[in-house]
DNA sequence: AATATCCGGAACTGTTTAGTTTCGTATAGA
DNA sequence: TCTATACGAAACTAAACAGTTCCGGATATT
């Protein structure tokens, strides 16, 4: 439960006696393995004997390399692999419409639930975490959220919308019904989902959508 | 960690050997100090020992009522006090802003932040048991949601915004922002947040805001 | 082959906490 | 006053789990 000091020192340092490197190879696994649990069992429920279980490794192996679980949460969080939403790999279908339907690939779905259930894990520890917390928002949300910034501003810029739209709380907005919609309600979050959030919500607030004028 | 069965079944029950009654007179304050433990630390972290202090009650007496801590937590979540969005007793102010922007009561606010944190507290648990999602939906969320709809669809009947817009998805949206600022994001639900939220999203949504034509 | 290092496994310690039992007391009906 | 019941307090049991220690084997450098 107590989890303060941040220790994210790198990994390959040099051995006191020799030229040769410690390796701590198993860091990847490890570091996997303790998000798989997270996902599964939230963070109270995750037990370092899973963790290490689940990287087929011993409990001694992660206490050499992480002074607590708290720690071994955190670093796993923080060098989570981030959504590969790039600037440069955007979709740029020329119409907003076209580019956020393009956001919605299986992969992105699937890859979105499992961070979704990663923060569900992490919430009671988030409200008195403050490292954590910004950790989280990093890796799990930022990304997509700044693609859809990245696209509305694109919109904006070619005269497609009104340079007056909340781009900030839109960009949020699906990210932000997803959790809502997984864990408040319990229903699947999936491609019609997205769909009708975009068709009824985000494009009619932008001034492209039915009610303005179809 | 466990809990399964429902045992809601009501107080006041007749003794085997007396017509006295079985008083359980300390039922409501047990089950206020677990919703405030557990808007504090979550339910994790909250213990029978800090609700049984909290009530100024014997942990023997949680245990005479109810048969483990998550029955007592779900009892507690399903006979949590509703918020006071009667049909009856909603804004009409004759235009929809009005009647939104009459709904963001300081009282509403700070009952609201509570909810919220005691979701956060629960939401690991809510996961991995519908029981309790159910509960916390039809207590926490649903009855602030409810209201919203209300409020758009009498815009519809008046004529104030069309019959085309998405009113289940428009009604879950403040709660479903608030609880994204307020976990992912770190920063206060206030007043200006719900403002912003109106004039910035909600109202553009549906036909009536800057972007569409001012 | 000799040696130094990392690793996995298993046994161990200490703490926390759910749940139980016991007992002394307050209260309300008879 | 007498008695049954509900209660608060505290001691208790049993299990789970964070964190530690020890050991034997694998690997790689010399």
Redesign the pocket.
Known sequence: ??LNASQLDTITEV??????K?????DPEILDAALEVLAETGYD?????MV??R???????L???W????ELVIDAVANMKRGDFDRDHLPDTGTLRGDLVAMIKPHAIEDGARKMRIMAGLMSMISRNPELAEAARAVIVEPRASANRILLQRAVDRGEISADCDIDNLAMLSQSMAIYRVFVLQKPVNRDFFIRLIDGVVLPAVGLGHPAGD
């Open positions: 439960m107590t051995s006191p006696k020799l030229g040769r410690r390796d701590h190879t198993r429920g995750m037990t370092m004997e290490a279980a990287a087929k490794a011993g409990k001694a192996t206490y050499r390399r002074p607590s679980k708290g």
